[in-house]
């Protein structure tokens, strides 16, 4: 009981902590890998406990230098090897195991699913989703394995407590494939935003609420947003995840942002009420480092 308990707490703390990733496993045999897109005050030796993994070998595998710091909103390849990827599905040492997930692609069946992952029986997908071969749909999410953590750990993805998705009732009209992963761009000292005039990669999962709230906006570097629209956002008492809205009444600007954690507990923070990416900013034609923004989610 007491295990069920420290489990369904550290779900609870796993989603209030992880961004971006869904858990799901990008590249072919043999090598196969996460993407993780860093929270405030994380580094190369936290993401190495996280994953099971050398840190230098985790910086390595990305081909950058472990010296240098990362940054908010950076994405980070995690290799999965055999000291962090289990796939038989049996707990060792004092490792918890964190289901990992293939999004199934168009004309896409179990016996390709199982080469492509390291040739994991075939068995063992049926077991663990709860489906036969050939109830594998387009856009159904398969685990394919599981992530090995220490036990207890709570910096580990999100969506650990989720379910495989149950097969659809009737196959859909427009196929879906797995997602890919973006490649980073580096900031320029003086970098102009891309000019995404709907407000950012986001607007389309926005949903309006009730909530509403005026404030000072700080700005944080990050590499994210200056092509790609993807802008985050730093604020406190706000559910990791959430996609809020941000005016800039001096423009008449919006743009939409995801929620990557809480306002860093930091001289720097005082008097504002959230921090949004460089690129963010930019967009909403702000040229001061503080600037006053209204606020919807």
């Known amino acids: 009981m007491k295990r069920i308990i420290i489990l369904l707490l550290s779900v609870f703390i796993l989603k209030g902590r992880i961004i971006a990733q869904e858990n799901i496993v990008h590249g072919a045999t043999p090598d196969l890998y996460l993407i993780h897109s860093v929270a405030a005050k994380e580094t190369w030796y936290s993401l190495g406990r996280t994953y099971n993994l050398s840190p230098k070998d985790l910086a390595s595998y990305n081909k950058l230098s472990i010296d240098k710091p990362l940054e908010i909103a950076q994405q980070i390849k995690v290799p999965l090897t055999s000291a962090n990827f289990e796939q038989q599905n049996v707990q060792t040492g004092n490792n918890d195991l964190v289901p990992l997930y293939h999004v199934v692609a168009e004309k896409e069946w179990m016996y390709r699913i199982s080469v492509n992952h390291n040739k994991v029986p075939i068995e063992n997908l049926e077991k663990w ?139 720097e923070s005082t008097g504002l009420t959230l921090r949004i990416s460089d690129a963010a900013a930019s967009e909403l034609g702000a040229v001061n480092s503080k600037f006053s923004v209204d606020i919807k989610y």
């Open 129 to 267: 989703n709860s489906i036969n071969r050939d109830q594998a749909k387009t856009g159904m999410k398969l685990i394919v394995g599981y992530l090995k953590t220490k036990e207890g750990n709570t910096s580990v993805a999100a969506k650990s407590s989720e379910t495989p998705a149950a097969p659809p009732p009737a196959p859909a009209t427009q196929s879906q494939t797995a997602p890919q992963p973006q490649t980073p761009v580096v900031a320029a000292s003086k970098q102009v935003s891309s000019g995404n005039k709907d407000g950012g990669y986001f607007r389309a999962m926005y949903e309006e609420g009730s909530k509403s709230t005026s404030g000072v906006a700080g700005i944080f570097k990050s590499t994210s947003g200056w092509n790609d629209g993807k802008y985050y956002a730093l604020m406190s008492n706000v559910v990791v995840g959430t996609i809020i809205k941000i005016s800039f009444p001096q423009t008449n600007k919006s743009v939409y942002a995801k929620v990557l954690g809480e306002l860093p507990d930091m001289k």
